[in-house]
Structure formats: C-alpha cells, structure tokens
C-alpha cells in the first residue's frame, strides 16, 4: 500500500475526532473521505456502513467510545480487510487480544497509541523503539484526572472532595468520575500497555486494582513527613515467569521522579533488559495530544510498520505481594491499644519500622501511622481485617503500599 493511496473513514466527531480533522492536513496525502457521527447536527453521514461498506476506504478510524458499536465496527471493519485506528482503551482492555488476533489473521492492522497516554507515544516506544528488549518494569502515572486529586490535595492542603470538585470545574474529571479516581480507567490502559510489553494475554481480573477515594489529607500530611508522596500508580514487573500487574494509590520517595510528576501529567517509567530505564512525559489526555497519536497510527499503516510477537508470563495474585506498607489507624487513646495492634501484626510475621501517633482529630479515634518492614499482601489484610475487628479500632484501618521505583 502507498501512504498516497490510502483512504481513511472517521467513525466519532467528538473531541477527539474534531481535533484528528483539524490534523489532518500533516497525514501526507492520506484522505480522509468520510466522516460519520449519530448527531445529525454534525452535517456528516449517520451511518457507519456508509464507511464499513466503502470499498475504496483501507483505514477506519473509530472514536465514539463505549463498548457495544464501538466492538461491533471495529470487528466488521477488520473482517472487510481494512485497518482500523482506535483511542478506546476501554474496549481495547476487553478485547484487544481477540480484534489483535482477528487482525493479525486478516493481514490488517490494529492501531492504538491514542489509548494510553493520548499524545505520548508509549505503545510505538515499547513496540518499535524497544523492540530489542525484553521489558522488566513499567511504572506509570497514567490517570491525569487521580494524578490532577492529589496534587492538589497535597499542593493546596485540601481534602478529596474539594479536590475532586476543582478536577470537576477545571473540566478534567467527568461527572461520574468513577472510571478515573477508582482506577479502572488505569487499569485499562494497564491491561495493554501489559499485554504489548510483556507478550502476554492479560485480562482486566487480572490486574488489581483500588482507587483513591479513601485517601485523606492526613494520609499526603503522614506521608510527606515520611518523606513520601502518594500516586495513583500502575505497575506491572516481570518475576520469573510471573507478572505482577496492578493498580493502586503508592507511596513514592520524594526523591523519585515520578513524585514530581504534577496535575494532569502522566510519566510512565518502562525498563528494558538492554536499555536500561526511562521515562514517557507528557500530556495523556485532550483532543489534540490523541488526535496527534491517532495521526501517527494512521501514517504508520499507510507505510505498513506493525506487528507483535506471543511469548507468554502467568498472572502473579496481588496477595503475594511482598513489600512496605504505610498503615493508618484510627484507634481510641488507652493504655495498651498501640500494643495490642503490634501483638497483631506480629502474629501475622509484620515488623514494625516507624510508628507516628498523632493528636485526636474531631470525635474519630487517634490516628496511628505506621511503616512497615517488607511483608506479604495476604498476611497484611489479614492482620488489617483482625485489627479492625478490634473494639478500641474506631475507623476501617487503611494501607497504602511502598514501591521502591528506581530512577
Ligand atoms: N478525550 C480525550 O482526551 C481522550 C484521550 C484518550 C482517549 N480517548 C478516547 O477516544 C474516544 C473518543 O473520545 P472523545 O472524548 O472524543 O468522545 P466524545 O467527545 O464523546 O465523542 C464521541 C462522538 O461519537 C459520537 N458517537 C457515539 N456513539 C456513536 C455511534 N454509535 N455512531 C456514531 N457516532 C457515535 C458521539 O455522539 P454523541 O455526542 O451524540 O453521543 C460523539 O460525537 C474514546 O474511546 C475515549 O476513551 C479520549
């Protein structure tokens, strides 16, 4: 195929889709020949089949979002022999494996750099930059709208809800911010950033996954003078023939890059065997950082460069975590209440390192801050579940994980 003769149709003129038109005279030649939207106001075509159908057309690109027409068009469109582009991470973490296997078997391709990290070209670093690696490590701030929560809550001492109104206001949060603060949205773009890295088929059960709204302004008070800030981080390591993938609100030394990672930033740190470590920056959301990725996949295939190779990891369970905590509770002020947890904590073989006990707050108990030495997930939710069943624990106890991320 010569990147003169293509032809692309676009499926969803919505933000991003608006700003891939406002693009497109940088797709050198490639011609965008239809545009499709379920809004008759758009003054475009109303049915996808008007593209699907179109002989001539050799890329669709689909940016409605959602699951169902989403699925159903990218399938058709693969099954007529055509290439397909796409920003839907949601549906690429559902079934990426299936429409790249489908793909694959049609001589197509299946472009999606827009779906992690919008602008910053992570998915073609990884698959064509790092190509010769076998890839250790990912850590990432890939959610700019938790990353944007607790920035402020750390920068402006303000609380979550606050927080989380000003993301609202700022038109960086949704009014259902579900997908972004309780990390799914993160573990989409997890589940392929893991999947293309690590040649693996993972599924969205496999990668844990906890939120960020039980995060206080005490915890960023508690951790900072610990020396930590608290990031909504995705990770995935290889161990072995084991991969550890999950999603979680992390303590990171202050001294780590990634703490300076600030707003609606995403920084994704990605170690190769060979390359060593480094980092993407850049801006992962917004109308032209995506339609900039969605360009690039589009000219990619007009000159026919993708591919991937299977080599397969099992799933590590987040119970066999081993690391630091950082535990707060909430406990009643008596004689024998702090030793009465530490009794717990050791029966379940988890050692002390630093304890903080802080001045009582409103009519809730004393917190207690702890950080432990490494110790196992399922030995510490089990000590967490004994520890608040305790009658002086006067609030569900919370534990945020250590991750040592090296620079
Ligand atoms: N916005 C970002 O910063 C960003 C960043 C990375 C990835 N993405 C991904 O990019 C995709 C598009 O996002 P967006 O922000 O551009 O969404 P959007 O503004 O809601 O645009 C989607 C457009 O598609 C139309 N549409 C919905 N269902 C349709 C259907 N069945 N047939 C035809 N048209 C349909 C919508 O019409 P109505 O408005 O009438 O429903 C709307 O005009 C999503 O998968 C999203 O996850 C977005």
């Known amino acids: 195929m010569r990147s003169g003769k293509s032809k692309a149709g676009l499926i969803g003129l919505g933000t991003v889709g608006k700003s891939v038109v406002k693009l497109w005279p940088r797709?050198?030649?490639?011609?965008?020949?239809?545009?499709v939207d379920k809004d008759k106001k758009k003054n475009v075509s109303v049915r996808p089949d008007d593209i699907l159908n179109d002989p001539e057309i050799d890329i669709v690109i689909e940016l409605i979002g959602g699951l169902?027409?989403?699925?159903?068009?990218?399938?058709?469109?693969i099954e007529k022999g055509k290439n397909v582009v796409t920003a839907n991470?949601?549906?690429?973490?559902?079934?990426?494996?299936?429409?790249?296997?489908?793909?694959?078997?049609?001589?197509?391709?299946?472009g999606y750099e827009a779906s992690v990290c919008a602008g910053i070209p992570i998915i073609r670093g990884i698959r064509e930059g790092l190509a010769a690696n076998r890839i250790r490590s990912i850590y990432g701030i890939i959610n700019?709208?938790?990353?944007?929560?607790?920035?402020?809550?750390?920068?402006?001492?303000?609380?979550?809800?606050?927080?989380?109104?000003?993301a609202q206001e700022q038109g960086f949060a949704e009014h259902n911010p579900t997908l972004d603060i309780d990390g799914f949205d993160s573990q989409h773009k997890l589940a392929i950033l893991a999947r293309l890295s690590f040649?693996?088929?993972?599924k969205l059960s496999d990668i844990y996954v906890e939120?960020?709204?039980?995060?206080?302004?005490?915890?960023?008070?508690?951790?900072?003078?610990?020396?930590?800030?608290?990031?909504l981080l995705a990770i995935a390591k290889a161990e072995g023939k084991r991969l550890d993938a999950r999603v979680h609100p992390t303590l990171i030394s202050k001294d780590n890059l990634l703490s300076s990672v600030h707003g609606i930033y995403n920084a994704c740190f990605v170690e190769g065997d060979a390359c060593g470590k480094m980092v993407f920056y850049g801006q992962g959301a917004g109308g032209l950082p995506t339609a900039s990725a969605i360009l690039s996949d589009v000219k990619a295939i007009a000159s026919k460069k993708m591919g991937t190779v299977p080599d397969f990891f099992v799933i590590k369970p987040i119970d066999e975590l081993f690391t630091r905590y950082y535990v707060r509770f909430s406990a009643i002020d008596k004689p024998g209440v702090l030793a009465r947890i530490c009794d717990i904590l050791g029966k379940h073989s988890i050692s002390i390192v630093s304890v903080i006990q802080k001045?009582?707050?409103?009519?809730?108990?004393?917190?207690?801050?702890?950080?432990?030495?490494k110790a196992r997930e399922s030995s510490m939710r089990k000590a967490i579940s004994s520890i608040d069943r305790l009658n002086v624990v006067k609030e569900k106890s919370l534990f945020i994980r250590v991750e040592e991320v090296e620079d």
Do not use: C, W
């Open 27 to 35: 797709a050198d030649g490639i011609i965008l020949k239809r545009i």
């Open 68 to 77: 169902n027409d989403a699925y159903r068009y990218i399938k058709s469109a």
């Open 89 to 110: 991470k949601a549906l690429l973490a559902l079934k990426g494996e299936e429409l790249e296997k489908l793909a694959l078997a049609k001589g197509v391709s299946l």
């Open 144 to 166: 700019g709208t938790a990353n944007f929560i607790l920035s402020a809550m750390e920068e402006e001492g303000i609380g979550f809800a606050r927080a989380l109104s000003q």
């Open 199 to 202: 040649k693996t088929p993972v």
């Open 211 to 231: 939120g960020i709204r039980r995060i206080t302004r005490r915890d960023i008070i508690y951790a900072r003078e610990l020396g930590y800030s608290i990031k």
């Open 359 to 373: 001045e009582r707050s409103g009519t809730r108990g004393v917190p207690i801050v702890m950080m432990t030495h």
